[in-house]
């Protein structure tokens, strides 16, 4: 054990004139100190903690998580005592169950989840006081209360994380053998430094990496914060040496290749919800369910009906779904790991990093290379499954996985409209402003999003691109299955048709002759620019040949080709 874990030892708490000092009680002072300290400890080690964060996501963001969380319990307890100034709400009791509660609505990630199990250990202890107790007793039951919660409240425990942590400093508080707060503080921070150091060897992924446990180091901090505050110890506290990791925590598209708890395949989203519910006994069921959807799984409550879900998965309207069959899910937030914001300590206190940006377009898309395409044009994007409609849950998800105070949505579709609005309802609701703007086609969203600037009063941003959607006329191509009628004359199988807004105005003999006869139809009403979008298996020789033809013949007109790769039309056409 290194000089600094020594530290932590429950000899180095005690400053040398202890004989009559008066033992430290846990009262709401206390409470409220505590926080502030470990609030402090985060802040002062968000970025080692971030550093090593490998496991079980090497997303880098374990320290801020904690850190988050830690705030929003802070300020859940100065409204508390704000709102009760002159009042009698002060007590312990209330200190305690604010600090709790604020954590769970606030937690961030699964290192936050634990964090808000401590705490909420912590209040269930406090308010099981009947009488005098002596307050060693009191954070002793507190801390074996909460590994017991935290336990419970993941799927797939494994030693060497932040439960090991917390289940040593649970029975080292227990065996103290003493009623004073200090000595059990003590006791627990100097066995939960130990067991730190110790996850580095239990952990297959932490010993690849040369780290200990990120979570587990959060967790010591905390504990060591309420060690030194009670003890009477000046000064911060030092960590346990932590490690250097072989390689920087994964970035990017390599976050989705990482090891995953329980070696489980990698998942794309981070997806956490409060759920409000009543309904206990249904909780394990969910959480079987979310745990056959993806991995690190954790639902917790308060013992009130509010609980917070956390899950990584792939199909975030399913994770959703699953709240909704027992509660009401809402604050919902999605992370998309390869898109993932790092920067969340840049978001205002009041809405505790749920935000991380100020603006954003979200545009709905089919298909793979559509949703490459406009996201090298600066949005996020909501892929459309191919084996259902777009649902509002879906889009809600979405809206909160931008991060981002303000969207603007781009449904891609005409018959998606309402249900944008319908999103867009909900997410007001929660605290987002979101504003739709209709467009028919995905031609349509990217020629809104072209005149997008984040630089511009957002009134003026969001009329500059209603326009530009609703000055691009849109069409495309398809091949005929059957004999039909239409606006132009009989077809038959095999006909090219060419159909603008909603109808068939060109019937051609193939692919090539069909696109520059659309092409010249919708440009008689005058145009600048020719966008060219290029279907699932169409040949790449066709769209050249259609861009040639239309430089030749309007050499006014710019021409650009991409691969939308859509699955309805062969070649889809947009005229600005």
Request: some cysteine.
């Amino acid at each position: 054990m290194s000089e600094s874990t020594r530290a932590t030892g429950r000899g180095a708490h005690h400053p040398v004139a202890t004989l009559f000092r008066v033992p430290p009680i846990l009262d709401s002072a206390l409470l409220t100190g505590w926080t502030r300290a470990a609030t402090q400890a985060l802040e002062r080690h968000r970025a080692e903690i971030d550093r090593i964060n490998v496991f079980p996501v090497p997303d880098g963001d374990t320290g801020t998580n904690l850190l988050l969380t830690m705030r929003a319990a802070t300020e859940a307890v100065l409204r508390v005592l704000r709102d009760n100034a002159d009042g009698p709400a002060r007590g312990a009791a209330v200190v305690a169950g604010a600090l709790a509660r604020g954590a769970l609505v606030g937690a961030r990630g699964n290192s936050g989840v634990i964090l808000s199990q401590v705490l909420r250990g912590v209040a269930d202890a406090v308010a099981a006081v009947v009488g005098p107790t002596p307050a060693g007793a009191v954070l002793a039951d507190a801390l074996g209360r909460a590994h017991r919660l935290a336990t419970a409240a993941v799927t797939r425990p494994r030693e060497g994380t932040v439960l090991s942590v917390l289940g040593a400093a649970a029975r080292a508080a227990a065996a103290a053998g003493s009623d004073r707060l200090d000595d059990v503080a003590c006791a627990a921070a100097e066995a939960a430094a130990g067991a730190v150091q110790a996850t580095t060897g239990q952990l297959p992924e932490l010993a690849r990496a040369g780290v200990v446990d990120a979570g587990g180091l959060g967790l010591y901090l905390v504990l060591d914060a309420l060690a030194g505050l009670v003890s009477g110890r000046t000064g911060t506290a030092r960590l346990p040496a932590t490690g250097a990791p072989a390689r920087q925590p994964a970035r990017g598209r390599d976050v989705l290749v990482a090891e995953r708890e329980g070696g489980s395949p990698g998942y794309d989203y981070e997806v956490m919800y409060l759920l409000e519910s009543p309904a206990d006994e249904r909780m394990g069921a969910l959480r079987g369910e979310l745990d056959a959807l993806g991995d690190c799984v954790s639902v917790v409550g308060d013992g009130d009906g509010l609980w917070n879900v956390h899950v990584h998965c792939s199909d975030v309207g399913a994770a959703i779904e699953a709240g909704l069959a027992v509660g009401r899910p809402h604050r919902i937030t999605v992370i998309r790991f390869a898109d993932q914001v790092r920067d969340a300590l840049t978001a205002g206190a009041g809405e505790t990093g749920r935000f991380v940006r100020d603006r954003a377009v979200l545009m709905v898309v089919a298909g793979a290379e559509l949703a490459e395409l406009a996201r090298s044009a600066g949005a996020a994007v909501l892929e459309r499954p191919r084996d259902r409609e777009v649902e509002a849950c879906d889009l809600v998800a979405a809206l909160a996985g931008t991060r981002a105070r303000h969207v603007v949505l781009l449904p891609g579709d005409g018959e998606l409209t309402a249900v944008a609005e319908q999103a867009a309802a909900v997410a007001r609701r929660e605290g987002q402003e979101v504003l739709v703007v209709p467009t028919a086609s995905v031609l349509q969203g990217l020629a809104a999003l072209a005149v997008h600037d984040p630089q511009r009063r957002a009134g003026d941003d969001v009329v500059a691109m209603a326009e530009a959607a609703a000055g691009t006329r849109t069409g495309g191509l398809v091949v005929a299955e059957s004999e039909a009628l239409t606006w132009v004359g009989p077809c038959e199988p095999g006909d090219v048709l060419g159909i603008s807004d909603g109808e068939v105005v060109v019937i051609a003999p193939d692919l090539a002759v069909g696109g520059l006869w659309l092409a010249h139809r919708m440009l008689t009403a005058g145009g600048e620019l020719v966008t060219v979008l290029l279907g699932e298996g169409a040949d790449d020789a066709l769209a050249d040949g259609l861009a040639a033809d239309l430089r030749r013949t309007h050499p006014e007109v710019d021409v650009v080709v991409h691969r939308g790769g859509q699955t309805g039309f062969a070649i889809v056409l947009g005229v600005e």
